[in-house]
C-alpha cells in the first residue's frame, strides 16, 4: 500500500518537474533557438567568444528561472518524500 502510494507521488512530481522546467526555464525556445541567439549578437561582434557569450548568458537565466520556480520546489519535494515513504 505505501509503496504504491510512494510509486505514485514519485511519478506525478517527476511529471511535475518536468513541466516546471519547460514552463520556467527553457520554455519553448528549442524551437527557434538559433534564431534568438542570432537576434541578441546582430548588436554584438560575430566572434566566436561573443556568441559563447550570449549563450551562456541565456543558459543562466534560465536556470534562475527554474530555481526560483514554486513547481520546480514542490517537484523536488514530493520527490524527497515519495522517497521517504518508500523507505518505510
Given at each position: ?63 534562475k528561472r ?23
Amino acid at each position: 500500500m505505501m509503496q504504491s502510494i510512494s510509486d505514485k507521488l514519485f511519478m506525478g512530481s517527476l511529471i511535475l518537474l518536468m513541466i516546471a522546467v519547460v514552463v520556467s526555464g527553457i520554455g519553448f525556445q528549442f524551437v527557434n533557438w538559433r534564431s534568438q541567439v542570432t537576434d541578441e549578437l546582430d548588436e554584438e561582434t560575430k566572434t566566436s567568444s561573443a556568441r559563447k557569450k550570449a549563450v551562456m548568458d541565456r543558459q543562466d537565466k534560465s536556470l534562475k528561472r527554474v530555481l526560483r520556480s514554486y513547481l520546480f520546489w514542490i517537484a523536488i519535494a514530493g520527490m524527497l518524500v515519495s522517497v521517504l515513504l518508500s523507505r518505510l
